[in-house]
């Protein structure tokens, strides 16, 4: 193609080519080291399989679609748990929720941790996040800059409002009222706001999908009758309803993910640019999010990085949550140091064939509700083991004021709720559980009395045993107790929450 300038035009040109130079970061061919630019997106309650790029037949997700086309998708990728800030403290840290200080939901992340996040900044990268923080004052200072999103985005499960109208209402359109709502508002905005003279890394959190939901949430919403319902939940129109409400959620997230993707296009910084998205735990549904099955532990994961990783590509390898941070410092040339207790996964994004890791580990602490419970995941099985079989499977406070959890007690109440459906009322709970994923992916028939598979229990039991050891996961004094009520999820009075001691955790290993 021949392009025609006058010559007030030329004399412009090398002044255009500083500005050019001067708007994107120094790469290898200028003789800098080759350090990508990382973007990590973190969705709010949103289930693996809740997009286009891991099957979901009608959900509209065409960013996070061409995210996976693009890049590598991990078919494979476990949460260490599935409650929101101890999660999000386990992803920054690369530690087990029980060695942060932070395993119970809503504890801060303690100052003596050490981040992923300030090994990057005192190498060199600017460092901020933007949108739901949820992990406490102390830490804050490891990055560059937080812009925190309005916590009234959605009504938290804790909280003097509990019992209230939910604050968050819907928005027609993708407007900067939604993109407030969504937790998104200040993503492009930190994005374009960065200094140019060194690589960054963008901590982008999103409130979408959380409850509570409102119509009106996207332009086309999605019809109840093309939702998926999985076979722990009844299958009727209120449920339906709140599934869609729910998947309008991660529509608009994808429309702000897609608004990241464009700024990072219109930049040039693309091609040098680690993407990185996941989520912090499965949808707030019962029997999926605070639970250690597959739908409250196991997460998307994709990453695109057009300078290392080819498009298309699937690995099956087994990953964890705590992987995550020595993986983006082993991409920056950095030791991930004692701390860290996951393993460098980076070969996956040249050989998404190898393996990592035989295991992945999970556990769930007080969410509303008190709970323990600890979980090992292999390529084909799952074993639990629940602490206290006397506590039913509460789903969290703000998912028992659900529809969903409405419809779940009027079945139950008058006889009618299907075999696989009552999993949050039976009592007692078993104290293991036992699951053939290959066979039983909803992890509905318990295997653990079988003798068929007695060998596998011993094997999963030993696993967990020696994780428990290695970890210091030492069971505390006392469990936190109830907050909510279990049936209705409204709070008790005068509810506190006493900060038992924790173990000496110096010098913990992990796996």
């Given amino acids: ?161 509990a019992e209230g109208e939910p604050r968050r209402s819907g928005t027609l359109g993708f407007d900067a009222a939604g993109a407030v709502q969504a937790g998104c508002d200040q993503w492009v905005p930190v994005l374009r706001d960065r200094p140019r003279d060194r690589p960054f890394f963008l901590w982008l959190a999103a409130l979408d999908p959380h409850r509570d939901y409102r119509e009106g949430t996207i332009p086309e919403p999605h019809s109840p009758e093309a939702m998926v319902v999985p076979p722990y939940l009844p299958d009727t129109p209120e449920v339906r309803r709140d599934l869609a409400l729910y998947c309008d959620e991660i529509s608009r997230l994808d429309h702000h993910v897609g608004q990241v993707l464009d700024e990072l296009d219109r930049q040039g910084v693309a091609d ?32 695109r ?69 600890r979980a090992v995941r292999s390529d084909r099985y799952k074993y639990i083991r629940n602490d206290d079989a006397t506590m039913p499977l509460t789903p969290p406070a703000d998912a028992v004021r659900s529809p969903t959890f409405a419809e779940l007690k009027r079945l139950r109440d008058e006889g009618g709720l299907g075999p696989d459906q009552d999993a949050c009322f039976a009592l007692p709970r078993p104290a293991e559980e036992l699951y053939d994923l290959d066979a039983d992916p909803h992890e509905l028939t318990n295997l653990a009395d079988d003798p068929r598979h007695a060998e596998v229990l011993d094997a999963m039991q030993a696993a967990l045993d020696s994780w428990s050891a290695e970890t210091v996961d030492a069971p505390p004094v006392a469990l936190s107790g109830d907050e909510f009520d279990r049936e209705s999820g409204k709070p008790f009075p005068n509810r506190r929450r006493p900060r038992l001691p924790r173990p000496d955790l110096t010098g913990s290993a992990g796996r």
């Fill in 272 to 303: 040098e640019t680690l993407v990185l998205f996941l989520s912090d735990n499965g949808r707030p549904f019962p029997r999926c999010k605070t639970t250690v099955y597959d739908s409250g532990i196991r997460t998307p994961l994709i990453a």
């Fill in 305 to 373: 990085w057009p300078g290392r990783i080819a498009p298309g590509g699937e690995s099956g390898a087994l990953l964890s949550a705590v992987d995550l941070a020595p993986t983006l410092l082993s991409i920056a040339g950095l030791e991930a140091g004692p701390t860290f207790q996951g393993r460098d996964a980076s070969a996956l994004f040249d050989d998404p064939s190898a393996s990592i890791r035989e295991f992945a580990f999970a556990e769930h602490n007080w969410h509303d509700y008190a709970a323990r419970k």
């Fill in 1 to 161: 193609m021949t392009i025609r300038i006058n010559s007030t035009i030329a004399s412009l040109v090398p002044l255009a080519a500083l500005v050019v130079l001067l708007d994107r970061p120094a790469t290898a061919q200028d003789g800098a080291p080759s350090r990508p630019n990382i973007v990590l997106f973190l969705a709010d309650d949103m289930a693996w399989d809740d997009s286009g790029a891991y099957g979901h037949p009608t959900i509209k997700t065409p960013n996070i679609d061409a995210l996976a086309r693009e890049g590598l998708r991990f078919d494979r990728a476990f949460l260490t748990c599935s409650s929101c800030s101890p999660s999000r403290s386990s992803l920054i840290t690369g530690r087990y929720p029980h060695a942060t200080g932070a395993e119970e939901l809503h504890w801060p992340l303690p100052a003596d941790q050490v981040t992923f996040v300030e090994r990057l900044k005192e190498s060199g990268y600017y460092t901020a996040a933007a949108g739901k923080w949820h992990l406490g004052d102390a830490v804050k200072g490891r990055f560059d800059e937080i812009r925190e999103a309005d916590p009234r985005g959605f009504q938290l499960p804790s909280g003097d409002d």
